[in-house]
């Protein structure tokens, strides 16, 4: 019998996106799987819509809403199968997904997770900006993606159509090996939302996993495109970001690339600022003084052994800042020449 893949989607006042998205998720072709929507406290008619539209999907709920990190880590508690696919309930998906992932993952105990190429849902030949083709990250940790740099989003003309190694998988759409997840503690609950499946990728490499690109298996999100400046979203982005170069990092590169970043996001905070963009500027400024009480509260959970971050796979040891603002270099493939195949 085939490994038993559990779909789960979490859901939050989703039921739009679950009417209009889930028969595509049903019509999956592989024997042996289940679609499970992890209610996460919402407040519109998502489990009567389900129960009464497509009974065949299993309902877990949760009395709070924990967000993203929460949420998952609650609901995959809850949750048995070989190999989970965590999926935003705004994706579509092609009817053979499934089966190429299954089938990268059985070919190398070695691989922890993968993701499938994200093309946007209202522009199929578009990368989608939540992962593309497989996320990547600077020496900083500013991260980007094979098919997306910034608010940049490449046209798919094939040209990262081969399996390989990433830094990091996207959370719309992610299959990981379900002992792995539970092994590794899941996702950083702190989180909240925002960056989680970054961190998490980054452990798993710590401890000697690998992370994929599956371009083999096609799914079309709809997504935000690019963040809304300014709000919680900027806030969260960038907290995060800071906590898990602070959680991942030897001290020895903690301590002078944390500065440099508080430079550098200092730079494009007053930059908004000049330009108008008052609570892009206070989102940045809230997000730094979050980090460092964050850190003030010992609540850090540092990885046990980090690695210097230029021995992983999919790291830019170079500035993304830098190549995209000042050299114009705008695409994945100008940026980062090297590339790693399965």
Request: aromatic fraction near 14%; charged fraction near 20%.
């Amino acid at each position: 019998m085939k490994p038993l893949v559990s779909i789960v989607i979490l859901n939050y006042n989703g039921a739009n996106y679950l009417q209009q998205f889930l028969p595509s998720v049903l019509a999956t072709q592989y024997s042996n799987f289940e679609v499970v929507v992890a209610d996460n406290a919402s407040t519109d008619n998502s489990i009567a819509l389900i129960k009464e539209k497509f009974p065949a999907v299993k309902i877990i709920t949760n009395a709070t809403n924990e967000g993203f990190a929460g949420g998952y880590n609650w609901a995959l508690k809850k949750v048995e199968a070989d190999y989970y696919v965590l999926l935003n309930s705004d994706v579509s998906v092609d009817p053979n997904w499934i089966q190429p992932m299954v089938d990268l993952l059985e070919s190398n105990p070695s691989i922890g997770a993968c993701q499938p190429k994200i093309l946007s849902h209202a522009s199929p030949t578009i990368f989608e900006y939540a992962g593309a083709c497989g996320g990547w990250i600077d020496f900083l940790g500013y991260p980007f993606s094979r098919g997306r740099v910034f608010d940049v989003c490449e046209k798919d003309e094939k040209q990262y159509d081969e399996a390989a190694q990433i830094f990091w998988a996207t959370g719309a759409c992610m299959m990981i090996r379900s002992k792995l997840f539970h092994e590794m503690n899941g996702f950083d609950a702190d989180f909240f939302a925002h960056q989680e499946e970054i961190d998490l990728c980054w452990r798993l490499q710590i401890v000697g996993y690998k992370i994929y690109a599956c371009p083999s298996s096609k799914v079309f999100h709809v997504g935000a495109g690019t963040l809304p400046r300014g709000g919680r979203k900027v806030f969260l982005n960038f907290r995060n970001n800071l906590i898990m170069l602070a959680k991942n990092l030897p001290i020895s590169e903690l301590a002078w690339k944390l500065p440099f970043r508080f430079a550098l996001d200092a730079i494009s905070a007053f930059k908004g600022l000049l330009s108008g963009d008052k609570d892009f500027f206070l989102a940045i400024a809230k997000a730094h003084f979050g980090f460092l009480g964050y850190c003030f509260s010992g609540r850090i959970k540092r990885s046990k052994g980090p690695k210097p971050l230029q021995s992983l796979e999919g790291v830019y040891n170079g500035s993304l800042v830098f190549d995209y603002f000042i050299k114009n270099k705008h695409f994945f493939s100008k940026i980062v020449s090297k590339q790693v195949h399965y």
